[in-house]
């Protein structure tokens, strides 16, 4: 059974983009890291919001731009949006509503991981009490602003347990298992 993961590159004071979406801010911090690319293979489906899909590519220019993982990864993507492209892109499955969404990112994973990317799909997994585990690059650097890791108005505890840390030269890597309630 799939498992969900929500993997993403964050600096140190919390965001995982800049102001107004910029990702160029990754460029420096996309080198090689062992424990992303043995994760990779065991990927079986993404599961991203609309503005993910559609935003700032850390690859921009770059062999591998408009690619998951910039090139290194290739399998069904399913895409949560209530405003479906007219002409949609091969190999994405837009989706209106989330639940379903999940269910058939699930689906097409099998027994690998469903990726999550975007902070408010990764929300709504949490919300959902979907949110398996997190895997945590952190780049050495400070934004001040942009999209946080996870955010909602009033707060929310989500109780995490370590499973790993690894040190990495450009970025370490903390993943993170959801402790669920009940």
Known sequence: MAKVLYSVTMSVDGFISGPGGDMQWMRP??????????LIPRIGS????RRSHDGDDPHKGEQGEGEAFGGGWDGPMFVVTHRPPATPEAGVTYVGEFGKALAMAKDAAGD???????????????????????????APV?????????????????????????????????????????
């Open 46 to 49: 993404l599961l991203i919001g």
């Open 142 to 182: 400070m934004l001040g602003d942009g999209t946080r890791l996870f955010e909602r108005a009033g707060g929310r505890t989500v109780r995490l347990e370590r499973l790993s840390l690894t040190e990495n030269p450009l970025a370490s890597n903390l993943w993170l298992k959801v402790v669920k309630d009940g």
């Open 29 to 38: 911090y996309l080198g090689p890291n062992p424990e992303v690319e043995e």
């Open 112 to 138: 690998k991981y469903v990726n999550v990317i975007g902070a408010n799909i990764a929300k709504q997994c949490i919300e959902a009490g979907e949110l398996d585990e997190v895997l945590l690059c952190y």
